[in-house]
């Protein structure tokens, strides 16, 4: 091949991924780095945090004789509560004077979850999330709205460093004066949106009601994740803002948004394998599931130096296959996160996750795409109401005959029977970050 037939090849891969040699080495390579970096992250937590060697050691393992991936599942399970238990630094592995920056996760109970960076973690923070941007289409100097929140929440900062570390300018919008937000990606022709899937929806209606049509805007690519969001919510938050969206995924814990987003094929998130290890278990048993089924998502990290997080139990629920996607990239995909165990509801002994319901509900003429479910003792029974809206425009009169039909929908595609309300335009409360989306009403403790 001549040289400049050489170097437009080199041109045309290197526009498909931000790190080609990364993103599309073989499984087996990657395999490889896994190996050898799962040794380097065992004997970072092995040598820093007392915690981790004991249990390393009781499992029988050691940093130096680990041979093969597998080995790994030697060693128990990592679980919110032992983040909890060490509040704040406990498992930290690194001293104050080595941090950057320490981020937490509310929680609604209890401790919040502390976690920490050092410099480096966060320049592979920045590197992961700008591969994950990349992935969906944005690129060097296209203008970044960032509407997640800034602030001890990862999602801000997080999609921030990312936009910065690919050559793209950031507005730091943050959540919240919602108005604005809609003037200035007018404005300013912003190309990427990111935030949570439930605020995008946010600002495109309070757009409408400003009179701005969001489609005539200059996005093409939105970010959006930290909560689940189903297939109709997505054509739906297309539809109203004329852009392309993308599923980003990931977690305080493990790191923050970046742990796992779609390409263009979106066709599955990429879980950037060589910085995290992905296991699928059953929840109930531990044991892990044939690949492609369902089960809890389990992540070690491969390369975070302030918090090694080894087998850590993620409470979500996904599927993960490492069959070769059309894009030409290597690492596994995670299927769309639907949910969170400890979000799943059990209404007359049906599972359902919250994302079910939404997948019934969405893009049925007259209902908007606004809805929380609100759950209640009612006897010995739980019951489930569905509080959804009308579209702006529809008559009153016609919400009984709304409220029918999406009891039916829900009740032939989920399999629950629940109650519908349908609400005037604007009386489900709107989120600014994460939506609220159940109301559980049940008595504590029964
Ligand atoms: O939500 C990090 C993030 C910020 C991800 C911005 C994507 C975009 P946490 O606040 O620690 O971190 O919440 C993590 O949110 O365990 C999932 O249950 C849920 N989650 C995050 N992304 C998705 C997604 C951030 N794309 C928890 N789909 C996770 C479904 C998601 N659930």
Known sequence: MGMIAEANRFTAH????????????????LAQVQLKRLRAVLRNAWDHVPWHRARIEAAGLHPDSIDELDELRRLPFMMKDDLRGHYPFGLFARSMEQLARVHAS???????????????????????????LYSAGARPGDLV?????????????????????LGCPVVPMSGGGTERQAKLIMDFGAKVLCATPSYALAIAEVA?????????????????????????????????????????????????????????????????????????????TGVPVPEGEAGELVITTLAKEALPMLRYRTRDITRVTTERCDCGRTHARLLRVTGRNDDMLIIRGVNVYPSQIESALIGRPGLAPHYQLVIERRGALDHLRIEVEAEPGVAPDLFDELARDAVHQVKSLVGVTAEVVVHAPGDVPRSQGKAVRVRDLRPKGG
């Not at 290197?14 to 390579?29: I, K």
């Not at 709205?145 to 570390?165: D, M, S, V």
């Open 106 to 132: 509310s929680g609604t109970t209890g401790q919040p979850t502390v976690v920490g960076y050092t410099p480096g973690d966060l320049a592979r923070w920045a590197d992961l999330m700008a591969r994950s």
């Open 208 to 284: 409408t009601q400003q009179g701005i049509d969001l489609r005539t805007s200059r996005l093409t690519v939105g970010m959006f994740g930290a909560e689940p969001w189903s297939a109709a919510l997505r054509e739906e938050i297309e539809a109203r803002l004329g852009l392309k969206a993308y599923d980003v995924y990931g977690l305080s814990e493990i790191m923050g948004p970046g742990v796992a987003c779609e390409c263009e094929c979106r066709n599955g998130l990429h879980g950037w394998e060589d910085h995290f290890l992905f296991e699928v278990i059953d929840p109930d």
């Open 145 to 165: 709205h960032n509407a997640y929140g800034y602030g001890l929440f990862t999602g801000g900062l997080g999609a921030h460093q990312g936009a910065e570390r």
């Open 14 to 29: 290197r526009a498909e991924f931000l790190h080609p040699l990364l993103e599309a080495m073989s499984r087996d390579q």
